[in-house]
């Protein structure tokens, strides 16, 4: 979408805002399973994590948390995202200054099922944006696109990530900023589906479990009219100092990470997630090695691969 002047002057009058999130939570669709000529289906989650979803107050047995043009599903366990999944239109896109940095907690879940604002007091450590705070921020109106942007803030929607991670260009901003921009710039459709490596060693700190590493895959549609889906795995190369299974109340130093492209099964595997035709429609499918697939929460394998420059990305 081309924006006119007033479209400018508008956002322009609007910046800085402050955060105005819809009350009508029962007016939200989600993420489209069919917002692309190809339908892309939500995550399942394997039978033996089924249990451990929150489930939203009247929502019967959907653990599906529905936005403006994105869905999460919450492990009650870890009070974080098992995944999120977002519909991006570069054809309907608005750019919009942040709101201010408010975050809220999700009125149709137990405050005690979602990690809230103490968690990020007095550290290094961000509120990261897993749907991305620009990825669902269109529509057919400016009022529909700032909807989509208030949503991202919710709890819901962020996982604790050190600052140097989530801020550097090199690494999960990096990565967004690319997705993003390749979408816009061509105008596509796409579905970015995201969420924390849930591991069982995770370290602990302020009675959290932190993730240590993040996934991240992207589906559009080729000129052939055939799904595409590559995935990504963020993780952290080295804790500093040999810090053990809890976390002093300094909060947790990060070494540097490290950014790589894996086989969608990889992810299926390390998440105990069922990601269906997106597995068959990534350019790595077929790649495994007879190490097999990473157990849930583990690290990654040999079929990884570094990615140092997005030049590195099979596409």
């Given at each position: 979408m081309v924006l006119t002047r007033a479209d400018v002057a508008d956002l322009l009058e609007r910046a800085p805002r402050a955060l105005a999130v819809d009350p009508a939570y029962e007016d939200r669709i989600g993420f489209d399973v069919d917002f692309m000529p190809v339908r892309v289906p939500l995550p399942l989650l394997d039978p033996t994590i089924a249990d451990d979803a929150a489930i939203p107050a009247e929502g019967g047995a959907d653990p599906v948390l529905r936005y403006h043009h994105f869905s999460v599903v919450l492990s009650r366990s870890r009070r974080l995202a098992r995944w999120t999944a977002v519909n991006l239109d570069g054809r309907r896109r608005y750019v919009t200054d942040r709101s201010s940095d408010s975050w809220a907690l999700d009125p149709r879940l137990p405050d005690s099922e979602q990690v809230g604002e103490s968690l990020y007091a007095d550290n290094d450590l961000d509120r990261g944006h897993l749907v991305r705070r620009q990825d669902p921020v269109w529509g057919d109106t400016l009022e529909e696109a700032l909807a989509a942007?208030?949503?991202?803030?919710?709890?819901?929607?962020?996982?604790?990530q050190h600052a140097d991670f989530?801020?550097?260009?090199?690494?999960?901003?990096?990565?967004?900023?690319?997705?993003?921009?390749?979408?816009?710039?061509?105008?596509?459709?796409?579905?970015?589906?995201?969420?924390?490596?849930?591991?069982?060693?995770?370290?602990?700190?302020?009675e959290v479990a932190i993730p240590l590493a993040f996934w991240k895959i992207v589906a559009t549609v080729d000129e052939a009219g055939d799904l595409h889906a590559t995935a990504y795995v963020l993780q952290q190369e080295d804790l500093v100092g040999g810090l053990g299974p809890r976390l002093d109340d300094t909060g947790p130093v990060f070494g540097p990470y490290r950014m790589f492209q894996v086989p969608v099964t990889d992810v299926e595997a390390m998440t105990l997630l069922d990601l269906g035709p997106l597995r068959d429609a990534d350019p790595l499918a077929g790649t495994a090695d007879d190490g097999g697939a990473p157990a849930e929460g583990a690290g990654i394998g040999s079929r990884m691969r570094q990615v140092r420059s997005y030049a590195d990305i099979v596409r």
């Open positions: 942007n208030d949503d991202t803030f919710h709890f819901t929607n962020c996982a604790p989530n801020q550097s260009p090199d690494t999960w901003l990096g990565l967004e900023d690319y997705i993003l921009n390749t979408v816009a710039d061509q105008q596509l459709r796409a579905a970015v589906i995201t969420g924390p490596v849930l591991g069982a060693d995770d370290p602990v700190y302020r």
